[in-house]
């Protein structure tokens, strides 16, 4: 599989939370039987993968090419990306959520011009 880098924001999100047991093998399975539902969403410029790090291992597992859409996103669009396609999709416990929340508030701010 082709090497992918990831956005460092994925990083206040583990992969593993919110996925049910056997999840990446149930995924892979699912996208072998169906096709890969969701795209995996990576910004233009620079391959930079900003949703999608689970659908990518469960291609690779599936033996199938990934969905990939390029998105033209500044740096502060990417975190906002980031962190809303990650805390909308998770199942997140009250806590992990304030700390991402409190985390992407922390971030630091780019000027869009």
């Known amino acids: 599989m082709a090497e992918y880098k990831f956005h460092p924001f ?11 047991p ?7 399975d699912s ?6 539902m969701v795209p995996i969403i990576r910004r233009k410029i620079d391959g ?4 999608g790090r689970r659908r990518l291992k469960a291609c ?9 859409v390029d998105v033209e996103a500044d740096e502060e669009l990417s975190m906002e990306i980031v962190f809303c396609s990650n805390l909308e999709r998770r199942q997140l416990t009250d806590d992990e959520q304030i700390e991402a929340i409190k985390r992407y508030n922390n971030r630091p701010r780019f000027r869009r011009d």
């Open 10 to 20: 994925l990083e206040i999100f583990d992969p593993e939370t919110g996925t049910a």
């Open 60 to 68: 690779e597992a599936a033996c199938v090419g990934p969905w990939i």
């Open 31 to 36: 996208i072998k039987d169906n096709g890969q």
């Open 48 to 51: 930079i993968i900003l949703d």
């Open 22 to 28: 056997g999840g990446i093998s149930l995924l892979a």
